[in-house]
Nanobody, 126 residues
Framework: QSQLVESGGGLVQPGGSLRLSCAAS???????IGWFRQAPGKEREGVSC????????NYADSVKGRFTISRDNAKNTVYLQMNSLKVEDTAIYFC????????????????????WGQGTQVTVSS
């Protein structure tokens, strides 16, 4: 079965760091990939994306300068390094394939193309 599997979530104090992983199972991860998050009572939002070869990335304003997306195609995995975490970063984080990702394309999150993972919980709390 082809799917994406997220991991790396957990409980961290404000100012801490986590690294999320998004691993492809059953297929080659040669798509642009986006990270999304959804907090309780809020709509899902796009956090960051990376193009298929890793040459372009995009970040939501709320995470710029704190989060870094990367990928290792040899390992079929995309990562999201999250530093200086804030309470408002608390959410379930999902990864999914997206149509494309460009540095100036702020609508990438509107074009998911499937392979949604089950999500990983990130809780930032003191």
């Amino acid at each position: 079965q082809s799917q994406l599997v997220e991991s790396g979530g957990g409980l961290v104090q404000p100012g801490g760091s986590l690294r999320l992983s998004c691993a492809a199972s059953g297929f080659t991860l040669d798509y642009a990939i986006g990270w999304f998050r959804q907090a309780p009572g809020k709509e899902r939002e796009g956090v960051s994306c990376i193009s298929s070869l890793g040459r372009s990335t995009n970040y939501a304003d709320s995470v710029k300068g704190r989060f870094t997306i990367s990928r290792d195609n040899a390992k079929n995995t995309v990562y999201l390094q999250m530093n200086s975490l804030k309470v408002e970063d608390t959410a379930i984080y999902f990864c999914a394939a997206v149509q494309s990702c460009g540095r100036s394309d702020n609508n990438w999150y509107k074009r998911p193309r499937g392979y949604w993972g089950q999500g990983t919980q990130v809780t930032v709390s003191s």
